[in-house]
Nanobody
Framework: QAQLTESGGGSVQAGGSLRLSCAAT????????MGWFRQVPGKKREGVAA????????YYADSVKGRFTISLYKARDTVFLQMTTLKPEDSGEYSC???????????????????????WGQGTQVTVSS
């Protein structure tokens, strides 16, 4: 059974940084598409960033471009999300998601709410105070 384990959430003041990690284990085959969503109560889940392993093509939501960086440690099926210049509106529960898919499907999946993605982590809370 596939499992995604997240870590790195926490509380930080505006302007600060956090790094989230997501490690995938238990796959019968390797995933090649991983990324992050965030959700706040009362709002739709939002895709934040994604990476497609072959070629390390990436997707970023407009709201995080230039501030967040997603990276891959392929040998361990681990993805990192480095978040800098954090804003209060970045607060929310961040969930890792993964699948095995084509490049276009992968990057498109993270533009919506991710309902088609097969594997999900338990979520980690990020709180940015002003």
């Amino acid at each position: 059974q596939a499992q995604l384990t997240e870590s790195g959430g926490g509380s930080v003041q505006a302007g600060g940084s956090l790094r989230l990690s997501c490690a995938a284990t238990g796959y019968t085959y390797s995933s090649n598409c991983m990324g992050w969503f965030r959700q706040v109560p009362g709002k739709k889940r939002e895709g934040v960033a994604a990476i497609y392993f072959e070629g390390e093509d990436t997707y970023y939501a407009d709201s995080v471009k230039g501030r967040f960086t997603i990276s891959l440690y392929k040998a361990r099926d681990t993805v990192f999300l480095q978040m800098t210049t954090l804003k209060p509106e970045d607060s929310g529960e961040y969930s890792c998601a993964a699948d095995h898919a084509s490049r276009d499907w992968c990057l498109r999946a993270f533009r919506g709410e991710g309902t088609d993605l097969s594997y999900w982590g338990q979520g980690t809370q990020v709180t940015v105070s002003s």
